[in-house]
């Protein structure tokens, strides 16, 4: 029973740690589909986190705090979205420079809340479910945003391949002339795709700072952002497997806080690494089959519109 009990927490461990992943990488991937490339990612994470968590202090209430880490996301994917689509900026470029503007500025607004504590997210208490063997802590056991993104992964499933506006996303990511040619905005069509994507980031950061670790800290997302930025990759651009890939990193994150914890001798910088080391492992792997990422890839990502053309 000891090995069930060490291999549920492992799992619950695993999902919680993925869960930001899964949000980040979610909206990464409709923004892509669309055929924009957002590498701002981290940067709209932070400032979701710090925001987030300077509401919560401020008015005591979760929940509002989240909201305001979603708005804030969208903010910062706003200010990408007009750079990039109206005045027709580098993507790359101006990904960058949001990730780098959005480190700064968390850095700056979460001066005065370091340390300071909070009443984070709880795991939802259902009667008798909560309660049962194995599926109890497996199915029942979790927060409400980790319910949330998996609703929010059946969601984006369901939009990209039943939907007629998910058909049309994807036909701008393809050839956005083509589909300018019969009659769709798409400028309009890849703000809405933005959009999604920062909010999706801000609700990732929220979680790191009010639910996973109820602190605010600089840079607190280790580099998670450029992650869900690969595992959109490693996915080739499909749901399914961006939400394991990020259960994969997490179960890795928890795997090596075991370890140390059955009393190996592993640095802990060492542990820390290792979800990284998988990624590019994973990453090194799949890149080798360079036909199936194209193949795969929206063709016109990263692609500039030009209206008038």
């Known amino acids: 029973m000891d090995g069930?009990?060490?291999?549920?927490?492992?799992?619950?461990?695993?999902?919680?740690?993925?869960?930001?992943?899964?949000?980040?990488?979610?909206?990464?991937?409709?923004?892509?589909?669309?055929?924009?490339?957002?590498?701002?990612?981290?940067?709209?994470?932070?400032?979701?986190?710090?925001?987030?968590f300077m509401v919560t202090v401020t008015t005591g209430s979760v929940y509002i705090g989240i909201l305001a880490a979603v708005a804030a996301g969208m903010l910062m994917s706003l200010v990408f979205g007009v750079l990039t689509l109206s005045l027709l900026t580098n993507q790359v470029a101006t990904g960058l420079a949001l990730t780098i503007f959005g480190v700064g500025l968390s850095a700056f607004l979460g001066i005065k809340y370091v340390g300071t504590p909070i009443n984070g997210l709880k795991p939802l208490d259902i009667p008798v479910l909560s309660?049962?063997?194995?599926?109890?802590?497996?199915?029942?056991?979790?927060?409400?945003?980790?319910?949330?993104?998996?609703?929010?992964?059946?969601?984006?499933?369901?939009?990209?391949?039943?939907?007629?506006?998910?058909?049309?996303?994807?036909?701008?990511?393809?050839?956005?002339?083509?589909?300018h040619a019969l009659g769709y905005s798409v400028i309009a069509i890849r703000y809405m795709a933005v959009l999604f994507g920062g909010a999706c980031a801000g609700l990732s950061g929220a979680y790191l700072s009010l639910v996973y670790t109820p602190q605010w800290a600089e840079n607190m997302t280790a580099g998670r952002g450029?992650?869900?930025l690969a595992l959109v990759v490693f996915a080739t651009w499909r749901p399914g497997r961006a939400m394991l890939g990020a259960y994969l990193f997490g179960g890795i994150t928890i795997m090596g806080l075991h370890v140390q914890a059955l009393g190996f001798e592993v640095s802990s910088h060492l542990v820390a690494t290792l979800p990284y080391i998988a990624t590019i492992v994973v990453l090194?792997?799949?890149?080798?089959?360079?036909?199936?990422?194209?193949?795969?890839?929206?063709a016109s990502l990263g692609k500039p519109f030009h209206p008038s053309a």
């Open 284 to 298: 090194a792997v799949i890149s080798r089959d360079a036909t199936k990422i194209r193949l795969n890839a929206p």
């Open 226 to 228: 450029w992650i869900a």
């Open 131 to 179: 309660d049962l063997p194995v599926l109890g802590p497996l199915v029942f056991g979790h927060d409400l945003l980790i319910y949330i993104s998996f609703a929010l992964f059946a969601a984006v499933a369901w939009f990209l391949y039943r939907s007629r506006a998910g058909l049309i996303l994807r036909a701008v990511g393809e050839s956005h002339d083509a589909a």
């Open 4 to 52: 069930l009990d060490a291999a549920i927490t492992i799992l619950v461990g695993a999902i919680r740690a993925g869960t930001p992943l899964v949000f980040a990488a979610l909206g990464e991937l409709i923004a892509e589909k669309s055929g924009v490339l957002n590498l701002g990612v981290e940067g709209m994470m932070l400032v979701g986190a710090v925001v987030g």
